[in-house]
């Protein structure tokens, strides 16, 4: 199998895990907008609310969500939505959700990436420096500092970081510090969060291989350490990949929303908090939905990289 055939595939993958995804979230929704309605029918019995009353109530409901129609059309009317980005209207936002989440993913995207990046390229390269200084100064350093930086919550982080900055250029929420862009900090904060997992796995994925064969051998040939240093990382690259870009998505995850309350960042995260404060139903299934496709995407691009370093796994 080519490498393009096996892209295609995973491609192919990718986009059903996309629909396979937006189905489940379906059926919670629907599931979740029966539940709230029978807690409102209770409701309104326990008040001394009159039959036709609940039954007006009752036809409402359904209708404003669609549920009045039979599932399977319900159903289809939701893929092809889910299909065309029309995604319904936001009571939060008094705006369709697309329009609410357009420039709001780009926001969390704009400190999500360059903190990304910074952990990466400072992670790695220390892993590796690390590695190969097993036990050495360099070494207890970095692993010192492994603990460290995985002990301290991403809250605290910024909340030291606030300590000498501010996100604020002037008026009473001011910080004492000099004024630092809130996505400068949220950067850093994303950074120091994943620097420690990224510094960790490239260790031991170094690790694994400096003990083999081919690696001893190039030592005895008294090649130079930046030559070893790429054999060994190529070697590497498959396990690094595959364990950083897991935890990657498993962290931001759950720091975006931890960094969008405290600072004041107007993305993807706030928006879904935004929705779940006010019961945004719409709002919060495709705010959801969108971590989830970034998830499908990220593990797409894994697959990518999987083809390009390894050729038995697209041959495979």
Same mark, same amino acid.
Request: neutral net charge; without cysteine.
């Given at each position: 199998?080519?490498?393009? =055939?096996?892209?295609?595939?995973? !491609?192919?993958?990718?986009? %059903?895990?996309?629909?396979?995804?937006? =189905?489940?979230?379906?059926? %919670?929704?629907?599931?979740?907008?029966?539940?709230?309605?029978?807690?409102?029918?209770?409701?309104?019995?326990?008040?001394?609310?009159?039959?036709?009353?609940?039954?007006? #109530?009752?036809? *409402? !409901?359904?209708?404003?969500?669609? $549920?009045?129609?039979?599932?399977?059309?319900?159903?289809?009317?939701? #893929?092809?939505?889910?299909?065309?980005? *029309?995604?319904?209207?936001?009571?939060?936002?008094?705006?369709?959700?697309?329009?609410?989440?357009?420039?709001?993913?780009?926001?969390? $995207?704009?400190?999500?990436?360059?903190?990304?990046?910074?952990?990466?390229?400072?992670?790695?390269?220390?892993?590796?420096?690390?590695?190969?200084?097993?036990?050495?100064?360099?070494?207890?350093?970095?692993?010192?500092?492994?603990?460290?930086?995985?002990?301290?919550?991403? #809250?605290?982080? @910024?909340?030291?970081?606030?300590?000498?900055?501010?996100?604020?250029?002037?008026?009473?929420?001011?910080?004492?510090?000099?004024?630092?862009?809130?996505?400068?900090?949220?950067?850093?904060?994303?950074?120091?969060?994943?620097?420690?997992?990224?510094?960790?796995?490239?260790?031991?994925?170094?690790?694994?291989?400096?003990?083999?064969?081919?690696?001893?051998?190039?030592?005895?040939?008294? &090649?130079?350490?930046?030559?070893?240093?790429?054999?060994?990382?190529?070697?590497?690259?498959?396990? @690094?990949? =595959?364990?950083?870009?897991?935890?990657?998505?498993?962290?931001?995850?759950?720091? @975006?929303?931890?960094?969008?309350? &405290?600072?004041?960042?107007?993305? $993807?995260?706030?928006?879904?908090?935004?929705?779940?404060?006010?019961?945004?139903? =719409?709002? @919060?299934?495709?705010?959801?939905?969108?971590?989830?496709?970034?998830?499908?995407?990220?593990? #797409?691009?894994?697959?990518?990289?999987?083809?390009? $370093?390894?050729?038995?796994?697209?041959? *495979?």
């Amino acid at each position: 199998m080519s490498y393009v =055939s096996y892209l295609l595939r995973r !491609f192919a993958f990718a986009v %059903f895990s996309v629909y396979a995804a937006a =189905s489940v979230m379906f059926g %919670f929704t629907v599931l979740q907008a029966r539940l709230i309605l029978q807690k409102q029918l209770a409701l309104m019995r326990y008040n001394g609310a009159q039959d036709w009353q609940i039954e007006q #109530f009752r036809k *409402e !409901f359904l209708a404003r969500r669609g $549920l009045d129609r039979p599932l399977y059309e319900h159903y289809a009317d939701w #893929f092809v939505d889910l299909t065309t980005l *029309e995604w319904g209207q936001s009571i939060a936002y008094d705006q369709s959700v697309a329009a609410v989440l357009d420039g709001r993913v780009v926001t969390t $995207l704009e400190y999500v990436v360059p903190g990304v990046v910074v952990a990466v390229a400072l992670g790695v390269p220390l892993g590796v420096l690390a590695a190969f200084e097993k036990e050495g100064a360099v070494d207890w350093t970095a692993r010192l500092s492994t603990y460290a930086l995985l002990g301290i919550p991403v #809250f605290m982080v @910024i909340t030291y970081l606030l300590a000498v900055v501010s996100p604020v250029r002037a008026g009473p929420t001011a910080g004492a510090g000099p004024y630092v862009h809130p996505q400068v900090i949220a950067a850093g904060a994303v950074a120091a969060s994943l620097l420690a997992g990224q510094l960790r796995f490239s260790r031991s994925a170094v690790l694994d291989q400096t003990g083999r064969e081919f690696v001893k051998m190039l030592r005895a040939k008294g &090649i130079s350490r930046l030559t070893l240093v790429k054999h060994v990382l190529r070697n590497a690259a498959l396990p @690094i990949v =595959s364990l950083s870009l897991s935890e990657l998505l498993a962290v931001l995850v759950l720091n @975006i929303y931890v960094i969008e309350e &405290i600072l004041p960042i107007d993305g $993807l995260a706030r928006a879904s908090l935004v929705a779940v404060d006010q019961g945004d139903m =719409s709002l @919060i299934t495709w705010s959801t939905l969108v971590i989830v496709f970034l998830g499908i995407g990220g593990s #797409f691009l894994q697959d990518v990289v999987y083809g390009y $370093l390894d050729p038995q796994v697209s041959v *495979e």
